[in-house]
């Protein structure tokens, strides 16, 4: 287009093509949730996204401190780190100096997120955690923001399971269950009680539409000869006051129908229905002999949509049902184990429960029952979860560089506070082998030696626990039961 | 419930003696070690023909009585030994096992962050510069009265939100510790005076029944620990 693409003189094309004029304004800082209501915290820990760009330079610039803002940054704070990284937050500040501060926290764990080979998926209900099917939030009936017609044929595929306006992702009015009372207040005096009249004229229009309704119906059960379009439509304007008084009188005693229309008109992200609609108890508030549509809840109604999109743009993967090859195993069935590292263990000052952190982002052991779930203490077979993750339950002084662990990453999704939720799944020893081995921390070919080696222990139940242990062997294959010592005397 | 004596080692032995000698060793570090130690022993020995103790009740601390008796005790020690192994310094496991605990807690009291599912991390997260941030108290950054839609005024009779306002020492807290801008501050501030006027908090102390529960409230964290940490 002509209009862009005015001329401009040779100081402003220079101007404009700079790096001083092309950094973006910073975006909103995460919602800290309640974290700078609170009395412990620190500003410097790492945010949970990035909210300015990062800049980089050519080394051979760095070394003169030539960043292309208006001063050179200092030699001594960024010429020590491998990669040059940075983020301004102001290029010039009133004590004319540029704010800079290192930005390879943000920009490395992007990076190690890559090299997970995440995609993300659009959250699975707390019921389905079991065995979810994972949809991607790519897929055309998932990704839209804005109603369209168009948007609304994919997502009324055969496999939508919910109202098709509520799978979208963005609303324009807030989630109510993720706000606090005086959210809620400022939002009701702000934001809705100027709109009361706009909201008087949305009712009448349902109004009339309901009222064509039934006097079509009523009509064609009546005579079925006369056509509908022949009768004209109720008009808003033909809704008196007192019709409008009696509608809002008989919507105060039906609770599920105002929401609807309510969080239709202030287009109100979805909240879960779970506990109000379907639930017995509830029952009293819906009217007799009327139809609702009730559907199962948004992926967003528990936990609140996402604030940004729900890949946050950290992956453009659809799927990760891809599979590995390994050069000397051939095609592997499960991805890559991840090394992790254990930040909390369960039993620390105070009980919780353990936080792993995979690639820098912290994340939760799964919730079903697995190698990660604290066992009896006293359990005596040789897979209590102390056994099998050292580290997990107490904090291990004697692990030098802390305690790890390798962690096999279903799926990936954005909360509604913008943070990156990973869902582990149990671990799996072989895959876990099969990494270690790739990255030189275990010989399988010595520890299968060492295993052949080893004499058979003595077989005994003890007689106050008789019960199945897999993991123990009596014997193994190549000696037949017959022990260590009769392999070596053959 | 006393051990079950074995068909044979009944006979060697009165069984009284045996049972009161393991009784002792289970409170002495040194028995156990002497005990097994004699195991071997007594387990090459051939037993005793079982008809000849039987006429030498009385008298059987003489003959080879010893012996028998070390046999029974040893009995008793490997079948309490399943249950309490023991390292080679002769340290019971459940007692390495409550000190390396205590170790650990000592360390996890040095890194006091809550983490989040969620959160991002760098290494420099994970330093000490950080874990001493963490643990400051600092000032509350947002307006809990706005936050959570409050209204102080209707809340005087709730002496805890009276206490939370005051200092040990009955003042009202001042506005660098409350985080609350000038309106609410002055909203509280009055709060709490009309509930020490009115007697519903005291004016020197913390209200008694919030004393009463302190100790439960008492983060884990500050809380003093022993000469020998919490487990042992």
């Known amino acids: 287009m002509a209009s862009t693409q005015r001329a401009v003189s040779p100081g402003a094309a220079l101007l404009r093509s700079s790096r001083l004029f092309s950094m973006p304004s910073p975006i909103a800082p995460p919602p800290g949730y309640m974290s700078q209501a609170t009395k412990h915290k620190s500003e410097t820990a790492t945010a949970a996204f990035p909210t300015h760009l990062t800049v980089t330079t050519p080394s051979a610039s760095r070394m003169v401190g030539d960043w292309g803002f208006k001063r050179p940054l200092p ?26 501060q290192s930005a390879s926290d943000h920009t490395i764990t992007l990076e190690k997120f890559r090299e997970m080979n995440m995609s993300f998926s659009v959250p699975v209900p707390k019921e389905m955690m079991l065995n979810p099917t994972l949809i991607s939030v790519f897929e055309d ?23 098709p306006l509520k799978l979208r992702w963005k609303f324009r009015g807030p989630w109510l269950a993720g706000m606090t009372d005086g959210e809620f207040d400022r939002y009701i005096s702000k934001s809705v009680r100027a709109r009361r009249s706009e909201f008087r004229q949305f009712l009448r229009e349902r109004l009339a539409a309901q009222k064509t309704a039934d006097r079509n119906s009523s009509i064609a059960e009546q005579d079925l000869n006369t056509p509908q379009t022949a009768i004209p439509a109720v008009k808003a304007e033909e809704i008196t006051e007192e019709d409008l008084l009696e509608y809002t009188r008989g919507l105060r005693g039906d609770r599920h129908e105002l929401f609807n229309l309510v969080s239709k008109f202030l287009d109100l992200a979805p909240v879960s229905n779970a506990d109000s609609a379907l639930a017995p108890g509830m029952l009293g508030h819906y009217m007799p002999d009327k139809k609702y549509d009730l559907y199962r809840d948004s992926p967003y109604a528990a936990d609140g949509p996402p604030i940004t999109h729900p890949s946050a743009g950290l992956s453009y993967l659809r799927t990760q049902n891809f599979m590995e090859n390994h050069p000397l195993y051939g095609p592997q069935q499960k991805h890559a184990s991840i090394k992790a590292r254990i930040v909390t263990p369960r039993f620390g000052v105070t009980n919780q429960n353990p936080k792993i ?21 006293n359990d005596s077979s040789a897979v209590s979860s102390r056994d099998a993750i050292p580290g997990l339950n107490d904090f291990d002084p004697s692990q030098l560089g802390g305690s790890k662990v390798y962690v096999q990453v279903q799926t990936a999704n954005v909360d509604a506070t913008g943070k990156v939720q990973l869902r582990l ?39 106050g626990e008789r019960k199945y242990m897999p993991n123990r062997k009596f014997g193994s294959a190549p000696n037949y039961g017959l022990g260590g010592s009769s392999l070596r005397d053959f | 419930m006393p051990p079950r004596i074995p068909f044979l080692s009944a006979f060697k032995q009165p069984a009284t003696s045996s049972f009161f000698r393991s009784q002792a060793c289970q409170f002495s570090q040194q028995a156990p070690l002497q005990a097994s130690t004699s195991h071997s022993r007594s387990a ?10 039987m006429l030498n009740l009385d008298s059987s601390s003489k003959r080879g009585g010893q012996d028998a008796t070390e046999g029974v005790s040893s009995i008793f020690d490997d079948f309490r030994s399943k249950r309490r192994t023991q390292t080679p310094d002769g340290e019971r496991k459940v007692v390495g096992e ?54 102080p005024l209707d809340m005087y009779a709730n002496f805890s939100v009276v206490s939370e306002y005051m200092t040990p020492h009955g003042r009202i807290r001042k506005r660098m510790q409350t985080g609350l801008t000038p309106k609410n501050q002055r909203k509280i501030a009055k709060m709490v005076r009309r509930s020490v006027a009115l007697g519903i908090h005291p004016s020197v102390h913390r209200h008694p029944e919030l004393l009463m529960r302190s100790g439960h409230m008492t983060p884990q964290q500050t809380q003093a620990v022993g000469k020998f940490g919490n487990f042992i």
């Open chain 1, 75 to 100: 030699l001594k704070t960024t010429t020590k780190s491998t990669f040059p990284l940075v983020r301004v937050k102001k290029v010039d500040s009133i004590e004319h100096v540029t704010d800079f």
């Open chain 1, 141 to 163: 009936g998932r990704d839209f923001t804005t109603p369209a017609p168009s948007n609304l044929k994919g997502a009324m595929g055969p496999r939508s399971d919910g109202d």
């Open chain 1, 357 to 377: 952190g995979v690639n820098g982002f912290i994340a939760n052991i799964p919730a079903v029952e697995t190698s990660f779930s604290n066992r009896r203490r």
């Open chain 1, 425 to 463: 799944l149990d671990r799996d020893p072989e895959t876990d082998i099969v990494q270690k081995e790739t990255v030189g921390e275990f010989d399988t070919f010595a520890h299968a030696v060492k295993e052949a080696s080893q004499p058979t222990p003595k077989f005994q139940v003890p007689s």
């Open chain 2, 44 to 53: 090459a020995m051939s037993p005793p023909p079982p008809a000849s103790s």
């Open chain 2, 98 to 151: 409550l000190r390396g605990k205590n170790i650990s807690e000592d360390y996890m009291r040095q890194m006091p962050r809550r983490w989040r599912e969620g959160d991002l991390y760098a290494p420099h997260d994970l330093s000490e510069v950080e874990a001493a941030k963490w643990r400051k108290m600092t000032s509350v950054q947002r307006d809990l009265v706005d936050l959570l839609g409050l209204r």
